[in-house]
């Protein structure tokens, strides 16, 4: 059974940092591309980044570019986001999701984890 | 910018069929964005209902189905059930320039 798990989320204030992370199983991870989306609050989804398997390419949307990272330990089965230079409007609740055939498929979501950027 | 429009909202009887559709700022949907639809309900993650235009996932329920409809990406649901009501949203891949754009979203009422 396919698992995502994500955690790291919080309150931060503007201009500060976080990491999230999604812990996976249930699949071979090392095998499939990654991506992080995210909702903010009575809003519709929002596509953050994707990561193919080998975390050789990485890909962001442009209101993250520059501020936001994308990575993987393959070793460990788990996600990363390391996100900087937080504002207001990245708060959201961040979903980590599974693709499949080579990448254009999103088929398992995570639960999600919650940021809350806010003084 | 790249925007991905849908139907703000669509209200359907119980047992009726309606059709959401998706389309791009860009021009005409094609099999090439490999459109997916999800749905999420209030409070849960997104669950995919639909790959590659018209492809259904293990779990996806007969009721949904996914077509190419007047240069959009288009979610029909047939005899629909209270269950359905929900949010919908489709999800366009941009391989130019290897993005994603999720769609405005619907909200389907079963009334």
């Known amino acids: 059974e396919v698992q995502l798990l994500e955690s790291g989320g919080g309150l931060v204030q503007p201009g500060g940092s976080l990491r999230l992370s999604c812990a996976a199983s249930?699949?071979?991870?090392?095998?499939?591309?990654m991506t992080w989306v995210r909702q903010a609050p009575g809003k519709g989804l929002e596509w953050v980044s994707a990561i193919k398997g080998s975390g050789g390419s990485t890909y962001y949307a442009d209101s993250v570019k520059g501020r936001f990272t994308i990575s993987r330990d393959n070793s460990k089965n788990t996600l990363y986001l390391q996100m900087n230079s937080l504002r207001a409007d990245d708060t959201a609740v961040y979903y980590c999701?599974?693709?499949?055939?080579?990448?254009?498929?999103?088929?398992?979501w995570g639960p999600g984890t919650l940021v809350t950027v806010s003084s | 910018q790249t925007v991905v429009t849908q139907e703000p909202s669509l209200t359907v009887s119980p047992g009726g069929t309606v059709t959401l559709t998706c389309a791009s700022n860009?021009?005409?949907?094609?099999?090439?964005?490999?459109p997916n639809w999800f749905q999420q309900k209030p409070g849960q993650a997104p669950r995919a209902l639909i790959y590659s235009t018209s492809n259904k996932h293990s779990w996806t329920p007969a009721r949904f189905s996914g077509s190419l409809l007047g240069g959009k990406a288009a979610l029909t649901l047939s005899d629909v059930q209270p269950e359905d009501e929900a949010e919908y949203y489709c999800?366009?891949?941009?391989?130019?320039?290897?993005?994603?754009?999720f769609g405005t979203g619907t909200k389907v009422t079963v009334l």
């Open positions: 999701a599974k693709l499949q055939n080579h990448g254009v498929t999103l088929d398992y």
């Open positions: 249930g699949f071979t991870f090392s095998s499939s591309a």
């Open positions: 860009t021009g005409v949907v094609t099999s090439g964005y490999y």
């Open positions: 999800l366009l891949y941009y391989g130019g320039a290897q993005h994603y754009v």
